[in-house]
Structure formats: structure tokens, C-alpha cells
């Protein structure tokens, strides 16, 4: 994954990612917002993991490119992405503040759930049918581990289930979002960039 990530980047700047619906909102923001980052010279990676950041920061950080660094990580993965962090000696006993001021931020707990929270349950539900994913969504809600829980939930789920869903619903829920009302994490990453 390392060698092709590189051949796409001859820029300034990096924003590693933990996967391609991250990358997809990210840029889908940065165009939404009049934003070239090809023609910026800013490339948005995706890692396949954030286990891999440790590879990803050697190569492009400053043991490797020393190209400028910015990161999207969600709650679950902030530890792999503070300790790597530190390994590549961009800091010590690092705060979430502390990786925010070098670039990296966190989604609580995760990108869907961010949009979600942002956008409302009820507009990402009308998201959900304006693409005709309506009746698989009921399905989901008629599961009885599903059934009766809250709404964000089981769009939450929703998302992150079905083949390359997440991927094709980042684009779609930033799109919907009132530019405004960007999750926090979104917005300061695409601002550090």
C-alpha cells in the first residue's frame, strides 16, 4: 500500500486517513468548500488501517519526505495513532491537544457517527431514502438486535454495513451538510491541510 500511496504524492502536504470513506468526505468538504487540493499540492491517503500509520509517517514525515502532516483518526484508533506519533519523534506524552497542533484529529467515536450527529437523524434518514436505500434501512430496523434502538444507532450501522456503503454515504451525507455545521474534526483537519 506504501509504494502506490507515493506515487500520488508530489506535493506539500499529507493528510493520512484511516480508510476511503474518510478520504471520499474529506475531499467531497474540500470541494464543497472551492477547494483544489491536487492543485494544492495536498493529497488525502488513505492507510487501510490506522495500525499502518507508523509506515505512513516514516515515509512522509521527517525520516522520510518531511512533507507537512495532518490526520484523521477515530476514538478507538487516537492510541496507535499518539503512539506512532511519538515514535516518529514529532512529540512526548502527547494530549489529544497535542496531536491537534500538530495536525491530527479525532472523530468521537467515529466519521459516521460525526455526520450523523452533525446532519440530524431525521436528514440522514431522508439521505438514506433520496438514494433508494430506504427498505434495506427498515430491514435493518426490523433485525432484533436492532430493533428499538436509537435512530443514530442503527444509521450508524446502517453505514457501516453492505459492501462499499460507507464509502459511497461519506460523499452523500457531506454533500447534504450544511457548511456550517461541519463536524469539528472534519473541518480542522481539512483547515491544517
Known amino acids: 500500500m506504501i509504494p502506490e500511496a507515493t506515487s500520488r504524492v508530489a506535493g506539500r502536504g499529507v493528510v493520512l486517513v ?6 471520499v468526505a474529506l475531499e467531497t468538504l474540500a470541494e464543497r468548500r472551492g477547494r483544489n487540493l491536487d492543485a494544492e499540492g495536498i493529497a488525502v491517503v488513505p492507510m487501510g488501517g490506522a495500525q499502518a500509520i507508523g509506515g505512513f509517517l516514516n515515509l512522509y514525515g521527517p525520516p522520510g519526505l518531511d512533507l507537512r502532516l495532518a490526520g484523521l483518526c477515530d476514538a478507538g484508533e487516537e492510541l496507535d495513532f499518539r503512539r506512532d506519533l511519538e515514535r516518529a519523534g514529532l512529540g512526548s506524552d502527547l494530549t489529544r491537544a497535542d496531536m491537534e497542533r500538530l495536525g491530527f484529529f479525532v472523530c468521537d467515536a467515529d466519521l459516521e457517527q460525526e455526520l450523523i450527529r452533525a446532519l440530524g437523524a431525521a436528514s440522514v434518514e431522508q439521505v438514506v431514502e433520496a438514494r433508494g ?8 430496523q426490523k433485525q432484533p438486535e436492532w430493533r428499538g434502538r436509537p435512530l443514530e444507532e442503527q444509521l450508524r450501522r446502517f453505514m457501516g454495513s453492505g459492501g462499499r456503503r460507507k464509502i459511497r454515504y461519506a460523499r452523500f451525507l457531506v454533500e447534504a451538510l450544511d457548511l456550517s455545521q461541519v463536524p469539528r474534526p472534519l473541518d480542522l483537519v481539512l483547515a491544517h491541510a
Open 18 to 23: 484511516e480508510g476511503i470513506s474518510d478520504q
Open 133 to 140: 436505500d430506504l427498505g434495506a434501512f427498515r430491514t435493518l
